[in-house]
């Protein structure tokens, strides 16, 4: 029958560079996949884009200009059997330059960044209601850093703020930050960092799906919206301060643990509002949240090995004025595993192993079905001969369900051919879910039918380098 799903990728790079350091890097990309299930759910994915980096090294001078520009393009589509698409599509430019002075034991950046992006969304929550928001938004900002070596160099102190213009709302916003790190000794160093930070961008989910594959993307909406005091806000930014705290410890020769605790204070979130029943009823809330946790990783690397072992546990909480709930990306617990050893006389020989867990994300259970009635007919309509749509009647508790464990390990060797003076061919084989884990892709909820993700896939590829 072969997989419900197809992917087609296009990138090109092409790399100028200089004998005194500057360079210009141009690239685009080209992005089509497809994904059809049991012929009732169709999602198409399209996105292109291209831009570039450049770097200037003035001669004789202590200070380098760098920037960039790019643009992109990407839509996404979900088409079900319920005759009701989901669309979102966003397109924008973004440019910026930075320049970057150095000193014995400091350096100060500041720069500018101009961008935009036109957003189009439409979308119909669980009683039939369409949501649609076309946006069109220009931001600018500026910031400031300054990165210095204090105490004999033992004090890493970097503060710095940014300065952000919303046209489109319209709002000001500043965004200061403070970044710290403390070598206790040559092998333990202590470090916190924190800050405000702002962003015009929203991203949607849908209670119906079991697994989200559809992500709906937009610029924060025009009009009045309450918070969860039932205050209008005075812009529909998405607010947030971080703090983080941690540290990092060389126990033995090429070992390495770095531990980090995190809290997000998410101050103001724009969302869909899930509990919207009448037409007059308002389209967007705004919730707040928090997110805490801690990220370990532990990294041994020598001439022949490297080892690297990540761990996460997070908590993810969101409150929209009415219950507290998981948001539909909180997992819990994610462990990373990955092992490099090279061999041959040259070291031209790479055998790598990959393995990833993660806990299961959240979802809203279903209680059961009903007949759905449109009442097209208006008050001549008989309800009692009507045909209906299959309505869900969800659980009480949101996303109060799991999706099962995620696990996978991946197996590949490379050997690398030299050609000449940086000139060479890699020759990679490679093993995709070396033991046929049947992880989930999708979930039809009607038809309690599962899709699974990649089952074991061999590959071969062979890469140019020059």
Do not use: C
Request: net charge neutral; glycine share 10%.
């Amino acid at each position: 029958m072969g997989l419900p799903y197809s992917f087609t990728d296009f990138y090109g790079k092409i790399n100028f560079t200089s004998d005194n350091g500057s360079k210009l890097n141009l690239s685009a990309y080209r992005n089509v996949d497809r994904a059809k299930f049991q012929q009732t759910s169709e999602y198409n994915w399209n996105a292109w884009g291209g831009g570039g980096k450049f770097v200037i090294v003035p001669g004789q001078s202590k200070f380098i200009i760098d920037g960039g520009f790019s643009f992109s393009d990407y839509s996404i589509e979900l088409r079900e059997g319920d005759g009701r698409p989901r669309t979102s599509e966003i397109n924008g430019f973004n440019g910026n330059m930075n320049f970057s002075y150095y000193f014995p034991t400091s350096e100060i950046k500041y720069g500018i960044e101009l961008g935009g992006f036109a957003t189009k969304f439409k979308f119909y929550n669980d009683l039939g209601f369409a949501v649609t928001d076309n946006q069109n938004t220009t931001e600018i900002a500026a910031y400031f850093k300054y990165k210095g070596m204090w105490l004999d160099k033992k004090l890493l102190f970097e503060p710095s703020i940014r300065l952000s213009y919303f046209a489109s709302l319209p709002a000001f916003q500043p965004e200061p930050r403070l970044g710290i790190k403390y070598n206790v000794t040559d092998h333990f160093r202590l470090k916190a960092s924190g800050g405000i930070y702002a962003q015009n961008f929203i991203s949607t989910k849908s209670d119906r799906d079991v697994v989200n594959l559809f992500t709906g993307f937009l610029s924060a909406p025009e009009g009045q919206i309450r918070n969860t005091k039932d205050d209008i806000i005075r812009n529909p930014l998405q607010l947030a301060t971080q703090a983080i705290l941690g540290f990092e410890v060389e126990p033995a020769r090429r070992f390495k643990i770095n531990v980090e605790g995190y809290l997000n204070n998410f101050t103001q979130l724009v969302n869909l509002n899930r509990q919207k029943v009448f037409s007059t009823d308002p389209d967007w809330i705004v919730e707040t949240g928090k997110a805490t946790g801690v990220d370990i990783l532990t990294q041994y690397d020598s001439k022949h090995l490297s080892v690297w072992l990540g761990y996460s546990l997070a908590f993810n909480t969101r409150y929209d004025g009415t219950i507290d709930y998981n948001p539909h990306f909180d997992r819990r617990h994610n462990v990373n595993f990955l092992t490099t050893y090279s061999f041959g006389n040259a070291l031209n020989w790479e055998l790598s192993l990959r393995w990833n867990l993660g806990s299961g994300f959240p979802f809203t259970k279903t209680q059961g079905f009903f007949e759905q009635l449109s009442f097209t007919g208006g008050i001549d309509g008989d309800y009692l001969t009507d045909n209906g749509q299959l309505g869900v009647v969800y659980s009480d508790k949101y996303n109060g369900g799991r999706l099962p464990y995620y696990h996978r390990l991946d197996l590949s060797v490379k050997k690398t051919i030299p050609l000449g003076i940086n000139t060479s061919i890699d020759v990679n084989a490679s093993v995709t879910n070396a033991y046929n884990r049947e992880n989930i892709f999708y979930f039809d909820r009607i038809r309690y039918q599962r899709i699974n993700q990649l089952p074991i896939i061999p590959s071969l590829g062979i890469s140019f380098s020059f």
